[in-house]
């Protein structure tokens, strides 16, 4: 017995069994504890409830969404939906502004440099709920919708959101599958062409590419593209697309809170590069954006990436802030609404966990693969 357990594999894998049995046995006692209370509560357990009617109403939707024939299961994609798209467009902003406030940091003029220095220093240090709440009262303090902030006189801002004019596509589902399936013919057409080519001329060939064919589905498939504007109408506006203060709130605070963050990355990766590779080419007559742009930022991506993606996975889960101010991302919707309704706490939770949880692997596995694009490739 001892001579087995002096084996140092054979001793890891015991410890290991053993703990991953005591990690059962504790999962299972919780199980079945909470199963026992539900029970004894009167509670049924089970996902029952997401083929009922939700019942309540979502002040922003990209799909259309209503509260008496939805359930609860289309309310939670409806929620998830906002979730990525919140996501996806704080992603870029934050991204964009980083990159500015990182700059104006590196800058050589003193006073653009100690006043993006003072403003990182702050905004990054407020916790980004007390953001949500400063920006949500501003946002608040806007004039009335008939008093509305033109905006080229297509688009409004008031207390009440961003009406801005709104496009219809009308493709049927076969013209659909057709054009997705050209398109992914057509991108990788276009890769394997240019392989070799400059990274930028691929992805503008490829862009105009998509645009063309765009262009060309809707001529043949006859599908009408139709523009809605908005228009005041007694109390409110009628037309158009309406994004509500509350998903604008969530939207300026977190970039502004994640801006700083991305900022500091920037910066931090912009500074390891070598000041040699920056002499080089100044040395050859090349001006200091050029340097920086063509020189300094696409070696500096390689030490930016990793860390960017623990923001970017953080500015997703910032979502779930939303409901403090009533917008409704996964959280607002099956973990605030559906689980008062229906009282199914634990299935309710489990649901936004596995959620968020496949939602920022997907963005891992994405940002990955960018990490692994902008690695040095060794010959």
């Given amino acids: ?9 054979l001793r890891n894998l ?12 504790i999962l299972g006692f919780a199980g079945f504890n909470a199963v ?54 704080t992603i870029v902003t934050a991204t964009l502004c980083g990159l500015a406030l990182a700059m104006a940091r590196l800058s050589p003029n003193w006073l653009l440099s100690v006043t993006s220095r003072v403003a990182l220093e702050y905004l990054r240090n407020v916790p980004v709920l007390v953001h949500i709440f400063i920006w949500y009262g501003i946002f608040l303090a806007l004039p009335s919708v008939r008093q509305a902030i033109p905006v080229f006189d297509i688009a409004f801002l008031s ?17 659909t599958l057709i ?11 276009i890769r394997r062409r240019l392989y070799r080519r400059a990274r930028s001329l691929r992805l503008l060939a490829g862009i105009s590419a998509l645009a063309a064919l765009i262009f060309a589905a809707t001529l043949v498939s006859g599908a009408p593209v139709s523009f809605t504007y908005p228009e005041l109408e007694g109390f409110g506006f009628t037309g ?24 500091e990355v920037i910066r931090g990766a912009v500074m390891a590069v070598p000041k040699g590779q920056a002499e080089a080419a100044q040395a050859l007559g090349a001006r ?9 930022i696409p070696q500096a991506l390689r030490a930016i990436v990793p860390p960017m993606t623990s923001n970017y996975i953080n500015i997703l889960k910032a979502a779930a ?28 939770i489990a649901i936004v966990m596995t959620t968020y949880m496949v939602l920022n692997l997907a963005l891992s596995a994405v940002m990955g693969k960018v990490n692994k694009a902008v690695q040095i490739k060794e010959r």
């Fill in 1 to 9: 017995m001892q001579k087995l357990w002096r084996n140092r594999q």
């Fill in 14 to 25: 015991s410890l290991q069994a053993m703990a991953l049995a005591g990690l059962a046995a």
């Fill in 36 to 89: 026992t209370n539900l029970q004894n509560s009167g509670v049924t357990s089970g996902f029952g409830f997401l083929s009922e009617r939700a019942g309540y109403d979502i002040n922003f939707s990209l799909v259309d969404y209503s509260s008496r024939t939805a359930t609860h299961t289309y309310a939670w994609l409806v929620g998830t939906l906002n979730t990525v798209f919140f996501a996806a467009v």
């Fill in 159 to 175: 207390n009440r959101g961003f009406v801005m004019p709104a496009v219809h596509w009308q493709y049927g589902p076969l013209a």
């Fill in 179 to 189: 054009f997705v399936a050209l398109a992914l013919g057509l991108l990788a057409a």
């Fill in 240 to 263: 158009g697309m309406v994004l509500p203060p509350e998903f604008l709130v969530m939207w300026v605070a977190v970039t502004v809170y994640f801006s700083t963050h991305c900022a």
């Fill in 288 to 296: 200091r954006r050029i340097v920086m742009l063509e020189v300094v």
């Fill in 321 to 348: 802030l939303g409901t403090a101010i009533g917008f409704l991302d996964v959280m607002g919707t099956t973990g605030g609404s559906t689980l008062n309704i229906t009282g199914q706490a634990i299935e309710c």
